[in-house]
């Protein structure tokens, strides 16, 4: 069983800046893709990013130029760089592996999220 942990969320004020982490634990053979998601209030939950283990990555158009993501592979930890803050990126940020193991082949995981509220 994998465990995926977010931290780094909080609040801010436009225009400035957060790192998130999400930090992968537990019965890890290998990771492939990782990926950012947010669910702000009311909303359903959208993708933000993503990253392969090679490390391409993809991102929303809403927040290209301002957000980078970003993985350690040897810390198994993945990061979100948020620059240029806006209040429309309130929500709660949660991060999601592909988890390969040879019991259960690959599973994705979830961690329980972290809060980034944005005031103007």
Do not use: H
Request: proline residues 2%; charged residues 20%; positive net charge.
């Amino acid at each position: 069983q994998a465990q995926l942990v977010e931290s780094g969320g909080g609040l801010v004020l436009a225009g400035g800046s957060l790192r998130l982490s999400c930090a992968a634990s537990g019965s890890i053979f290998s990771i492939s893709s990782m990926a950012w998601y947010r669910q702000a209030p009311g909303k359903q939950r959208d993708l933000v990013a993503t990253i392969t283990n090679g490390g391409r990555t993809d991102y929303v158009d809403s927040v290209k130029g301002r957000f980078t993501i970003s993985r350690d592979n040897a810390k198994g930890t993945l990061y979100l760089q948020m620059n240029s803050l806006k209040p429309e990126d309130t929500a709660v940020y949660y991060c999601d592996a592909d988890v390969w193991t040879p019991r259960t082949g690959t599973q994705k995981y979830w961690g329980q999220g972290t809060r980034v509220t944005v005031s103007s």
